[in-house]
């Protein structure tokens, strides 16, 4: 038998207008009458209609991610995979359900309809469109709490929770000046990826400190585009005076590197050291395996998760939250050669 509010009541002696109350929270009810509604209905059986209280509170049970990049990028990368996995565990924790809108990058009206239908209790956004900045208003004005991931937003009204960029360049061009490199070239994506500029920027700040005026011929573009970041590589490789190191923004780029670095008869890192960002599980299983930046994915979608549903996030009312999360070096053997994937050393911000 299913069992329905007027069997709660009856069971109690209420009115079903107070069990309706007690059981959607309501204030006017008093603490003992709601704990004893709480107690019958868990005795009894009762489980709730989760369409009809949601509507009520205007409350969906759900947690959208929408994907601004290319979604077959965003899928089948290593990186971002894991990132989506990740951030699913930590919405289901919250007994929240993830809604993946696989689109939303296509345009800025296709995005604020996600914003506008309210089919979600708020919004992560995940990747880089060049047209984001300009919907910040528009996004506000709907009223849905947001936050962007895995970017810095210059907006003060805006939530976003990143890894520290800028101290991970700075990390790895430490490592490689240490090693006695001068020449370092870099590996990322045009100027709208704010992300990639922030590791350049990291990168010079570091050749800054150590009185090395940086090399702009040094910076090679690569794309989403599988095997850009070995043309990238190879485009520095046959610069006049080559490096004889290569930051990539991310691990992907920098294993495509590692492939042209060997089609060239050159040897990593006697002949040229590499330093990734992300440490993607493969990265442990290139030859060398290689030196990268770690970033806690975990703790980046568990923070992302919380800030949403604290109700700090975008939602035009509550003060936005701008998370930078701390990076790690972690040294492996394609920057010094002892080094293999079972004695890796990690150094922090």
């Keep these: ?49 989760a369409s009809a209280r949601n509507l009520r509170r205007r409350r969906t049970g759900k947690i959208g991610l929408a994907l601004l990049y290319d979604a077959a990028f965003a899928t089948f990368n290593e990186f971002f ?81 990143t890894a520290d960029n800028r101290a ?40 800054e400190e150590a009185g090395i005026r940086y090399d702009p011929s040094l910076i090679a573009h690569a794309s989403l585009e599988p ?24 691990d992907r780029l920098a294993m495509e590197a590692l492939l042209a670095i060997s089609e060239r008869g050159l040897h990593v890192p006697q002949d040229i050291a590499v330093v990734g960002f992300d440490d993607i599980r493969s990265s442990r299983m290139t030859v060398p395996p290689l030196t990268t930046i770690h970033q806690p994915l975990e703790v980046i979608a568990e923070q992302a998760v919380r800030a949403l549903l604290a109700g700090g996030a975008g939602d035009g009312v509550s003060a936005p939250l701008r998370l930078v999360i701390p990076v790690e070096l972690v040294v492996r053997g394609s920057t010094v050669a002892e080094h293999t994937a079972a004695s890796s050393a990690a150094v922090r911000a």
């Design 1 to 49: 038998m299913v069992v329905g509010i007027k069997d709660i009541a009856a069971h109690l002696g209420l009115s079903t207008s107070t069990v309706s109350r007690a059981l959607n929270d309501y204030d006017d009810v008093a603490p003992e009458t709601a704990r004893r509604v709480e107690e019958a209905a868990r005795a009894l059986g009762y489980y709730p209609s």
């Design 81 to 161: 995979a894991e990132l989506i996995r990740l951030i699913a565990a930590a919405i289901e924790r919250e007994d929240y359900n993830l809604v993946l809108y696989t689109r939303a990058g296509e345009s800025a009206a296709k995005l604020m309809r996600i914003a506008q239908a309210r089919e979600v209790d708020g919004l992560l956004l995940l990747g880089d469109a060049p047209w984001q900045e300009q919907v910040q208003d528009d996004l506000l004005a709907a009223g849905l709490p947001f936050a962007y991931l895995h970017r810095t937003i210059v907006d003060p009204r805006v939530s976003f929770i």
């Design 168 to 207: 991970g360049g700075r990390l790895a061009a430490r490592h490689l000046l240490e090693l006695g490199h001068r020449r370092i070239g870099y590996v990322g994506f045009t100027a709208h990826s704010r992300s990639s500029l922030e590791r350049l920027t990291g990168l010079h700040e570091a050749l």
């Design 227 to 250: 095997g850009s970041g070995a043309r990238a590589a190879l485009s520095l490789l046959d610069l006049p005076v080559p490096p004889t190191a290569i930051f990539a923004f991310n």
